[in-house]
Nanobody, 114 residues
């Protein structure tokens, strides 16, 4: 199984920026499409962004133009650069591959509030 460790969350003001990081333990990481998901309180976990092994990206409409997903296969890392954040971006953020997923990590809390 793969272990995923997310970090970089915190409290940020609306309009601010945050960079999330995800470390994966498995060497096959480089062959799969990776993703960031988020889960707000009382809501389902939603797909936010994906990045293929070739570097192609895709985003949910709600974050398009504001968030950027990237990966560093040599370091087995995935990143999510969050710019112009909004209160509705408040959630626990998780990285994983696209479905079917590996075991979930603990996630990292992002709170957007003034």
């Amino acid at each position: 199984q793969v272990q995923l460790v997310e970090s970089g969350g915190g409290l940020v003001q609306p309009g601010g920026s945050l960079r999330l990081s995800c470390a994966a333990s498995r060497s096959l990481f480089s062959s799969v499409t990776m993703a960031w998901y988020r889960q707000a309180p009382g809501k389902q976990r939603d797909l936010v962004a994906t990045v293929t092994s070739g570097g192609s990206t895709n985003y949910a409409d709600s974050v398009k133009g504001r968030f950027t997903i990237s990966r560093d296969d040599a370091k087995k890392m995935v990143y999510l650069q969050m710019n112009s954040v909004k209160p509705e971006d408040t959630a626990v953020y998780y990285c994983n591959k696209v479905y079917p997923v590996w075991s979930w990590g603990q996630g990292t809390q992002v709170t957007v509030s003034s």
